[in-house]
């Protein structure tokens, strides 16, 4: 309008209008406590005339920020007891929920190991493992209940502009941008405690850009035009906080994968406490143009247009790429079965029954998503209204710039054919350079279905004509794609990846091995 408006608002939530759920009461085992939610949001926007009845603004801007302290989770880490070698209390039946003491199997006795033997990369990740709160572990049988933070800031902005260029057209713009961020818990010199590179301990930093734009037509007193185009960008990296250390840089013989800031983790064994969030980072860049009619005629209203989108995804997800051990107990168990152990004993002295490791999760795949349709609403009389359309929507695969292709072809595994490039592979599985799929060695890992039709058909029906009961109809055939990150798991396997798997040797043997081959 040609006045000036705008306006302001402040929301805000706070904890102390919440109750204490009842396994966090003090008298239950929690801590006692509320989550501690702060919520404020704060915003404001306004709008007006640039030039009179011709150009026009709008602009918003809204700020959030949440402060919770999370429910309690438990965890369990090595007590005083334990890093000076003494298991009794934490194989006792208090802490193993037996009715008998559990013990360590031979060479130990009394349930106690020599520290002397504890592994020296175990020692140094014991030192980022708090010690356990007496008051919440009574029983001495490690207990640390963690509430991690869980806080959050974002800021969202939006600015528009309207312009009347004629009685006919009229164009416009918008540009939005938001900012969320989630800061990672873990430092090594102002927090060094692992168990808050877990969970919500893993910071989030996220921004998304968003242009979009168009023109709008009046072409004549029944048929109008519009046309839309839009530009997203959206960035997000998830990381940990500074000098958390991976297996490499504590001393394993393995190697690492992460290097840029935030990025590095180590992904823990089941040792007892809760495992390191995993990093990555994941870029989307999408552009779209869109052009749309609407028709009148009568009785009908017809609709009919085309639309472009280009997504583009590129993301790199971390996850094993570091290394990651399991502890079983079956080392300390002195046997072949780990009920007789403890996967804490075993992680301490260094025995892991499993190790993993494989190649990052690489995604920068294009997708290419056109479409058209044509629809009417036939309002045959004041009783029954008819909608009746079609769109014509091919399925063009996306294209994997990285060249990670391969298809599984089931007439292929049920002929037991197998590929010519890759003789080795799993029957069924045709990579680029095999015969009659040319189209992998385009980067694709499907063939594009050009003949996808989608109808729809819809009905409202006043049976009295009097518009108090209407009955609804409606019936639609419609196609989806998969996910662009579903590609993003092919090179983690051959022959583009490997993802390799070491386990144990024989565990009764291996604390009297004359070597330590099969052993850890």
Known sequence: ???????????????????????????????????????????????????????????????????????????????????NGDFSRIMSPACRNRTTNLTLGFPFVNNRVDPALFDPISRKVMNLLPLP??????????????????????????????YNATADHRLFGRGFYSKYAHAPLFDINTNPNLIFASGSGLGNDAVMRTFAGGWDWVVSSNLFSSMRFSLQSTSTARVQGPGLPTYAELGVNTWQYTTRPGQNFMRNGNAGWSANGLTGTFDVLTPSISQDFDWIKGSHSVSFGGSWTRPNSIGDGTFQSNGQFTFSGIFTSGTNNANGGLNMADWILGYASAFQQGGSQLNDQILNSVGMYVQDVW?????????????????????????????????????????????????????????????????????????????????????????????????????????LWTYAHHVLNSPYGLTANAVRGSAASCHTAATRNGCP
């Open 1 to 83: 309008t040609n006045t000036f408006s705008g306006g302001a608002f402040v929301f805000g939530r706070h904890h102390s209008m919440n109750a204490i759920g009842f396994f966090q009461r003090a008298e239950n085992g929690g801590l006692g406590r509320d989550d501690g939610l702060k919520r404020a949001q704060t915003g404001g926007t306004i709008g007006g005339p640039i030039l009179r009845d011709r150009l026009f603004f709008f602009a918003g801007v809204q700020i959030t920020n949440t402060r919770i302290a999370p429910l309690e989770t438990n965890n369990f880490v090595p007590t005083a007891e334990v890093r």
């Open 133 to 162: 709160d007496p008051a919440l572990d009574p029983d001495g049988c490690g207990r640390y209940v963690a509430a991690i933070p869980d806080d959050s800031d974002e800021q969202q902005y939006i600015g528009r502009i309207d």
């Open 379 to 483: 309002r045959v009389n004041n009783r029954l209204t008819l909608n009746t359309g079609v769109r014509w929507e091919p399925f063009l695969t996306a294209v994997d710039q990285n060249g990670y292709n391969a298809a599984f072809v089931r007439e292929r595994f049920d002929q037991g054919l197998r590929s010519t490039t890759y003789p080795n592979a799993p029957a069924g599985l045709v990579f680029p350079g095999d015969a009659g799929f040319e189209y992998l060695a385009e980067g694709k890992n499907h063939r594009n279905q050009w003949n996808q039709w989608a109808p729809r058909f819809g009905l409202v029906w006043d049976p009295r004509g009097d518009t108090m009961q209407t009955v609804r109809v409606g019936i639609g055939h419609y196609f989806d794609a998969p996910k």
